[in-house]
């Protein structure tokens, strides 16, 4: 077995020693980077731009935590010089287990060193980002709440992670209506980051992956203030769930399927789901369409019938294997149609086995990943025709069916299913 090793601290020497010298700051911009060389300058521009703008009269550090890029990552960051007397940057590589949470930790402790009012965390990898993105995260935190996560503009086979899974469970176990709960780019309270801080969480897989649904998540179960702030899109590099999704399927799902555990006395009591506030206006660019390979998708998908179709009838029902299997036999893709009560049962059955076998957690994931391209493969069908504000309403629908068949997730969770 590797033996993790527990850093006491996620920051090198030399930002010690920076932060040390720099005192205190109003606000702290984090951009947990890796492999980011052609984004990073635009992005950390920007964000200056957003100082310069929205905030000249307060001290500002912006923080490039990066995960040991190779390429030119931290070199070209370091081009960037804000050229004013109240921003600072510091471009550093993060200590602890190699992944965005161990970044976030750095930027996170530099924030309570530094006694800062607001802290605003973009991904390093946004084409799309203005000025006013700055803005619509940290005015929030200025005026009270203690999270503020993104509200994008997004084309309707954009975000199919968050799409088919993550927004209709952040719902139905803990009521709460946030649409992206795995954007990426956030604004966070001082009480908030000290919250996140005291977890003790950055030895596990929270500090490679997942960090993103672990904060919303904990932000809803710990009380805090939260909202949502208007963005416009987000243009970054494209990922086709048709080819590269699954790890990060597999990242997403398994943290939130921990967290259930970890949270089951919180989420079992929860009925319903409620509306949080949606500040701000959609500022950038306009969601761009996109393409999506069906055929490759139903394709893994009827793959994992053959690999995984023993293992898929000791998990799902027999009423949706049943399903499963017509699927399997379709030979024309548009017909291809996965119904929503399945596809829900099918989530809190992989819930509930996730939860009844600790040591073959993961392995039963895996066999998720099929299931879920035969579900987006269902959603190209099922949005066709649809403009923007139909496929919304369709997603709210969705999420409303996971809503309503919560006490099926709970009979199983208890054993009377």
Not at 8 to 33: C, F, M, N, W
Not at 244 to 249: A, E, F, R
């Amino acid at each position: 077995m590797t033996k993790v090793t527990r850093f006491s601290t996620a920051l090198r020497p030399h930002v010690t020693t920076k932060i040390e010298q720099l005192g205190y700051a109003d606000i702290v911009v984090g951009i947990p980077a890796y492999f980011s060389g052609v984004s990073i300058v635009h992005v950390i521009k920007t964000v200056v731009k957003g100082i310069e703008l929205y905030y000249p009269h307060l001290r500002a550090v912006i923080m490039v935590s990066d995960g040991g890029s190779t390429d030119d990552t931290r070199d070209l960051a370091r081009t960037v010089d804000p050229k004013s007397y109240n921003i600072e940057s510091i471009v550093t590589i993060y200590r602890g287990l190699p992944g965005k949470g161990s970044g976030l930790r750095a930027v996170f402790e530099v924030a309570v060193f530094l006694k800062a009012r607001a802290v605003a965390v973009f991904d390093s990898d946004l084409l799309s980002i203005t000025p006013e993105w700055l803005r619509n995260f940290l005015e929030p935190v200025f005026q009270g709440y203690d999270y503020v996560a993104p509200y994008y503009n997004r084309y309707k086979l954009d975000g199919t992670i968050t799409n088919t899974i993550a927004y209709n469970l952040t719902r139905a176990l803990y009521g709460r209506r946030i649409r992206q709960p795995i954007g990426g780019d956030f604004g966070i309270s001082p009480a908030l980051v000290k919250h996140y801080l005291s977890q003790d969480v950055w030895a596990t897989d929270i500090a490679k992956f997942g960090i993103d649904i672990w904060m919303t998540t904990s932000a809803i179960v710990g009380g805090f203030r939260i909202c949502q702030a208007r963005l416009g899109a987000k243009l970054h590099d494209h990922k086709d769930p048709s080819t590269d999704l699954g790890p990060m399927l597999r990242q997403v799902v398994g943290t939130t399927f921990q967290l259930m555990d970890q949270y089951h006395d919180h989420w079992m009591k929860i009925r319903g789901s409620a509306d949080i506030p949606t500040l701000g206006e959609f500022t950038g660019q306009k969601a761009e369409e996109f393409d999506i390979n069906q055929a490759n998708l139903i394709e893994y998908f009827k793959v994992g019938f053959n690999n995984f179709g023993g293992m898929w009838a000791n998990i799902i029902e027999e009423r949706d294997l049943e399903i499963i299997r017509e699927l399997a036999r379709t030979d024309k893709n548009e017909s291809f149609l996965m119904p929503i009560e399945s596809w829900v049962r099918i989530v809190y059955r992989y819930a509930n086995a996730f939860h009844r076998t600790p040591r073959q957690r993961f392995k039963v994931l895996d066999t998720l990943t099929p299931l879920y391209c035969g579900r987006v493969g269902s959603l190209i069908n099922e949005l066709r025709d649809k403009t923007p504000e139909e496929a919304e309403a369709h997603f709210e629908q969705n999420a409303l069916v996971f809503e309503t068949m919560k006490d099926y997730l709970i009979g199983l969770w208890v054993g009377k299913e």
